[in-house]
């Protein structure tokens, strides 16, 4: 109890003090505001010969690879260092933007009888969960901007046993026009989108193919065995 309160007395002084000179500009900073930045979901809708399921689909709520999971914009140099962009930051969260970009694009094929997110309270026939492996601006191959590069390892499952069917990868890289942090953003949007509507489609060949077998049997997407 005696260490707990040395330290909360300073911070009680440094409360007080902050209160006192609320009135003479002390709140006052000449530091440059904090930028976001969001990603828009892009899909392209469904084409005419892949025809709908009569099934719903719910989207997890992602996992993040280590140092992936915060609103950080994160990017990668030669000799594994890991930093980010100082000052600029997503609205949220990797996984809730992956989460909420995922739902938008499942939404936009018009494949699906419903697309729920993670906090729907209805059920669904399937469940889509997501890994977050790559959300990154790689300036590893020594170029002045970097590539961009998004990876998503998916599983999907009946939620009734929550029996899998298939496990794939989605992921997509572009490379940004510039190494300013706009350029930087376009090149994730577009990577993300690539990988999304990978995701998208991999999703929709999956369950159909579960519907044409007439069960979920487990397995890898393409037939090859776990």
């Not at 976001?36 to 709520?61: I, K, M, Q």
């Amino acid at each position: 109890m005696k260490s707990q309160s040395a330290l909360l007395r300073p911070v009680a002084a440094v409360v007080l003090g902050l209160t006192a000179a609320g009135c003479s500009g002390l709140f006052h900073s000449g530091a440059r505001p904090e930028q976001v930045y969001f990603l828009r979901a892009s899909a392209a809708p469904r084409e005419a010969d892949r025809p709908a399921v009569e099934s719903s689909v719910r989207v997890g709520h992602p996992q993040a690879q280590p140092g992936l999971d915060s609103p950080r914009i994160v990017l990668v140099q030669s000799d594994r260092r890991m930093s980010f962009y100082t000052g600029s930051r997503w609205p949220a969260p990797v996984p809730a933007l992956v989460e909420t970009l995922a739902v938008e694009t499942l939404r936009a094929s018009g494949s699906w009888k419903s697309v729920e997110d993670s906090a729907s309270p209805f059920p669904s026939d399937y469940i889509l969960q997501i890994v977050v492996r790559r959300f990154e601006a790689d300036y590893t191959s020594g170029g002045a901007a970097p590539q961009v590069y998004v990876k998503l390892d998916c599983i999907i499952g009946r939620r009734e046993g929550r029996e899998v069917i298939a496990s794939f990868v989605a992921e997509g890289s572009s490379a940004a026009a510039r190494n300013r942090l706009g350029d930087v953003v376009a090149a994730f949007e577009s990577a993300a989108n690539a990988a999304l509507r990978s995701l998208s489609d991999q999703a929709l060949e999956v369950v159909q193919a579960a519907h044409r077998n007439g069960r979920a049997g487990t397995g890898m997407l393409g037939g090859q065995s776990p």
